[in-house]
């Protein structure tokens, strides 16, 4: 059965998703709506989507799939634009980054979360954005995390399943604490980390010296912060608590090494790269 | 002019060094010196030397140009070894990453600092280590920085700056102090992150389950933490006070993260996203 879809917001990961659906020959139709017809032109001009409109109510009617992939920020208003039109046959899913708030804004916003509405999060993107940077093969071979409720119906949560493992995606389900806790430590942190790191160095007079001598290691690093500022705000705020659980204990650790440092405590130094470097070696390649 | 190289220390650098060398048909033998037989052994089967001896004093003799590629802790006890062997004719050079250390090791182990020693440093590297990782174009493209001192020999400078523009490297002079805090800021401040991150999440009771997420930006973010825990070591007690002067400007910056984070203060996370990526897209790409 060929679907209707809704996308709302086609960036990055809602236009790859448009454009791994119409791979796997899944689409009757692909609507986008966003708030910018500038984006949404470009998404149609590119072939992601087969029409848009930036009436929410229209967007969502006949849709047999509603994917929110708009920032987290956004989330509550759209579900409160589109609470009177949405069928409760259509199944609704999500690509935000902090599991928690996506539920608590769907809540908020369609006044109860539906069954049909199932969680869900793609590990994936790169530090670009917009629907420029979007490629069908963008969750080929990652991992997708699906936090349903309780009450989610289960067979939404097939569905939406399959259709992630057709765009090559390992899916895997979660309880939502846990996915907003391992993301905190794994994404969450390191972006910010980055953003402040570079923001650190350039706040520095000597910032065009101190950048112009930055090498490979240090462009790895710091690539992350090349992401969509709007986009990690909306995640800081969203994912609050996990963050500052991570953050606290990363600003002990950072301490412990400080002191390491200062005290010239090379034994301690050594033992702290060492277990870092097993750990990176036997976890990431 | 053919030269004789002695070479102390063939590991990623040093071997890189010495078969760029040897691709520029600058050699009239590469001699190997270092602690570890196994280490010199491969070295020579792999080409990277022409022979090695574990004695340093029988590394230097009629060498043309001496370059010190060991970690920042074995400098010193290197120098005071050589000391009484030394040609005043051989140039002396170095690979290490933190400038003032090594000008005082060589104080200390040489007596003096000898007018033909020239300190350099090639920003260059990668995450792996040791003689097999060593490749002959590692430094084309990259800049390599000397820090003269007042009586070093012009001629001296002159000539390293030739050995290591034949690797297609950009040479550049720089004060010691200079070098110092710029490196401290970007490369060695970003080290110390990302080993500090790694072994925060290692040291966490979920760490299978955190590191089975860990998307692309993660594996970027911290794949410098898989480089030499003795190497890095060595120079967070080398650097020291230009690292603990770094540390300290990051923590408050962090800090105020942290602050706008438990404030839900989305303007100023956005401000510091927004400069960090600015400053990121503009000198980065």
Chains 1, 2 share one sequence.
């Not at 939406?160 to 391992?182: I, P, Y």
């Not at 980390?193 to 160095?201: H, K, N, P, S, T």
């Not at 290691?217 to 995640?235: C, E, L, N, Q, Y």
Request: glycine share 8%; hydrophobic share 45%; with cysteine.
């Amino acid at each position: 059965m060929k679907l209707r879809i809704s996308i709302f917001g086609v960036g990055l990961i809602g236009g790859s998703w448009a454009l791994a659906m119409r791979h796997a020959g899944m689409t009757h139709e692909i609507i986008g709506c966003s708030r910018s017809e500038n984006h949404l032109a470009e998404a149609k001009k590119l072939g992601v989507i087969d029409r848009y409109t930036l009436d929410p109510a229209e967007a969502v009617r006949d849709a047999d799939v509603v994917i929110l992939a708009v920032p987290l920020g956004a989330m509550q208003s759209v579900c409160k634009q589109i609470q009177a039109h949405l069928s409760p046959q259509a199944i609704l899913t999500d690509v935000g980054s902090a599991k928690a708030s996506v539920i608590e804004a769907v809540r908020q916003g369609l006044g109860e979360i539906p069954p049909r509405f199932v969680p869900g999060h793609p590990i994936a993107g790169t530090e670009k954005s917009g629907v420029s940077a979007a490629f069908d093969s963008l969750f080929d071979g990652r991992r997708v995390i699906l936090t349903p409720l309780e009450h989610t119906d289960p067979s939404a949560v097939n569905r939406v399943r399959g259709l992630w493992e057709l765009t090559g995606a390992q899916v895997e389900l979660m309880a939502v604490e846990e996915h907003d806790q391992v993301l905190a430590a794994t994404s969450h942190l390191p972006h910010i980390l980055a953003f402040g790191l570079v923001d650190c160095l350039a706040g520095m007079r000597e910032q065009e010296e101190i950048f112009r001598y930055a090498a490979g290691g240090f462009k790895d690093f710091t690539r992350i912060a090349s992401s969509d500022p709007v986009m990690w705000r909306d995640i800081c705020l969203a994912n609050r608590e996990a963050i500052l659980k991570i953050m606290a204990l990363y600003q002990k650790d950072l301490q412990q090494l400080t002191t390491a440092i200062e005290q010239g405590n090379g034994d301690e130094l050594l033992g702290i790269f060492q277990r870092a470097k097993a750990a990176r070696d036997r976890f990431c390649l």
